[in-house]
């Protein structure tokens, strides 16, 4: 109670601890101006101090990873293996843009109206057909349209999380989730992978028995950061734990139809028979971020509480969105648009790992990912991290560092590469920077 009442108000910038002097608290500017207090109205009004206004949890939130990243200067000509969603391709915003048309004539402005809480029946019918090509028979009932698969992941922490509580993910894992449960209080253990990249399920069982965890977070197929593709067994032998233990798992799926050779496995989702799976998917990686909408299916009690939640939240996803994406879905479009990326990002893919075997530099590993958009770099030991961020900005490439997305301390550093954003003419030049700028990094 002390440690966290400490921790407390450290978030909130009161208390500041010095070697050799123990903790004080502080007597900032901002703590003289408390708020609430009256000022003397013959005098101006000053600006209102807002740090000790905030809550504990709010003060303790740190930037977010990719902000911070879209923010630095880059070059002009800089290659961009950054950001993890890909460019929207021509073909797609001329079919969207004929539909948005229709939308706005034909239906008299209804899609400017409020939808339902769990979104609009006819969309929800539709990513039950489109679940039903994957294997997984749900009603819509069990279905609720989100504004993006990150509102999936906070409604899950603010339902199912409590601080103190501890949640199983894959090691390493998509970094917001790990911010997201952490925002709930909890804490995350990274389940480690042997070296053909398997989840051990070992490993899983033993947490599983000494953790009692609140839920299992996986994202099997193509995972953001690896790319690795956990392969059916797999699958369902952490079902048949899930079922052991009576622990959920969080299953997201935003990667699942980019595939590149073979179909990817089932869903876990699929194969559950006793409402053990939450499952997330989106639309950010196949249309773009910016139409905002994911989906949860989830066993109907759990979903029933994630409704209320996401009242409480946004009243309901965007109806634009929600009757455009519908038409996309029913008209086509979308099915359109996968087959035309499925084959532009496997030449992609290709064209980075021939890259990465003509330029890379002694040490570098990496897996031939078989969907999805990343290539996950294993770099030489030796490489300062920092140093390589400062080199690669200087010459004109950029990566997201693999540290945020380990829930322990990562035994060797990586850096995760969207083989699927840059053009293809580019993607060698961009490989060969980054691996001089690898060179310039090594230490001694
Ligand atoms: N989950 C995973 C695993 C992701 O990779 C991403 C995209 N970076 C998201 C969630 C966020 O998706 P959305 O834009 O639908 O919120």
């Not at 994630?306 to 009242?311: D, S, V």
């Not at 029913?330 to 099915?335: F, K, L, P, S």
């Amino acid at each position: 109670t002390v440690l966290n009442a400490y921790h407390e108000l450290k978030a909130a910038g009161l208390v500041e601890s010095f070697v050799g002097r123990g903790t004080i608290v502080l007597e900032t500017e901002e703590t003289d101006e408390g708020a609430g207090e009256v000022t003397d109205s013959a005098s101006a009004p000053a600006p209102l101090y807002w740090k000790p206004m905030l809550t504990a949890k709010a003060a303790a939130e740190s930037s977010s990873l990719i902000r911070d990243l879209l923010a630095l200067p880059k070059r002009q000509d800089a290659v961009s293996f950054g950001v993890g969603v890909p460019l929207p391709e021509p073909e797609l915003l001329e079919e969207l843009q004929q539909m948005a048309g229709r939308l706005f004539t034909e239906d008299r402005g209804e899609v400017m109206l409020h939808s339902p809480v769990e979104g609009r029946a006819s969309l929800r019918q539709a990513l039950c057909d489109r679940m039903r090509d994957r294997g997984i028979r749900c009603p819509k009932e069990e279905v609720i349209v989100l504004s993006g698969a990150q509102q999936g992941l906070d409604l899950i922490a603010r339902t199912l999380l409590s601080p103190g509580d501890c949640v199983l993910a894959e090691e390493p894992t998509y970094f917001s989730a790990l911010q997201t449960f952490r925002a709930a209080g909890a804490t995350v253990i990274g389940v480690p992978v042997d070296e053909d990249g398997r989840l051990r399920l070992d490993a899983m069982e033993s947490l599983l028995r000494s953790y009692r965890p609140k839920f299992i977070y996986v994202i099997p197929s193509y995972q953001n950061p690896s790319g690795r593709l956990m392969d059916a067994s797999v699958r369902e032998s952490l079902l048949h734990l899930a079922y052991r233990y009576r622990t959920p798992i969080v299953e997201e799926d935003p990667y699942g139809e980019l595939a590149y050779g073979e179909k990817s496995p089932l869903p876990i989702k699929a194969m559950d028979e006793h409402a053990h799976v939450l499952y997330i998917g989106t639309f950010s990686k196949l249309l773009g971020p910016g139409m905002r909408i994911g989906w949860i299916a989830a066993p109907k009690p759990i979903l029933k509480v994630m409704g209320r939640m996401k009242q409480l939240n946004d009243l309901h996803t965007n109806s634009v969105a929600q009757k455009l994406l519908d038409a996309a879905l029913r008209e086509g479009a979308v099915d359109r648009h996968l087959a035309r990326i499925r084959t532009l990002y496997r030449a992609r893919r290709d064209e980075m790992c021939a890259a990465l075997k003509r330029y890379a530099v002694p040490g570098m590993q990496w897996d031939v990912p078989m969907g999805g958009l990343f290539l996950w770099l294993r770099l030489p030991g030796g490489v300062n991290v920092q140093e390589l961020a400062v080199r690669a900005a200087d010459r004109g490439v950029d990566y997201i560092p693999g540290a945020p997305f380990f829930a322990e301390q990562p035994k060797g550093s990586y850096i995760r590469l969207n083989f699927a954003r840059a053009d293809i003419e580019r993607i060698g030049e961009g490989i060969r920077r980054l691996c001089a700028a690898v060179e310039d990094a090594m230490e001694g």
